[in-house]
């Protein structure tokens, strides 16, 4: 079993920054990739990034790139999320969950944990 807790979400205005977090405990955490989803009320849960296990390859959202960072941390089992530049349409649910695979993965279906979800509100 592997237990997932999100972390960081509020609400911000438009242009502000924020830092999800989300503590691993369970399985070895730095043999799995990891990944940040977002579901947007009345939506299907959307792929953000992805970091590999090592934390040396990382994958986004064409919708985030150049404002979202992905980041881990294996020492503390913890993975980041650094949003900047925030828009009123990165309003969401925001899921940490953890790959059966060390790759970056944007398949939902290759995620085998997931957390209980962080709500990140953005006002324009």
């Known amino acids: 079993q592997v237990q997932l807790v999100e972390s960081g979400g509020g609400l911000v205005q438009a242009g502000d920054s924020l830092r999800l977090s989300c503590a691993a405990s369970?399985?070895?955490?730095?043999?799995?990739?990891m990944g940040w989803f977002r579901q947007a009320p009345g939506k299907e849960s959307d792929f953000v990034a992805s970091i590999s296990a090592t934390g040396r390859s990382t994958r986004y959202a064409d919708s985030v790139k150049g404002r979202f960072t992905i980041s881990r941390d294996n020492a503390k089992n913890t993975v980041y999320l650094q949003m900047n530049s925030l828009k009123a349409e990165d309003t969401a649910v925001y899921y940490c969950a953890a790959d059966r695979a060390p790759y970056v993965s944007a398949t939902k279906s290759e995620y085998d944990y997931w957390g209980q979800g962080t709500q990140v509100t953005v006002s324009s």
């Open positions: 369970g399985r070895t955490f730095s043999t799995s990739a």
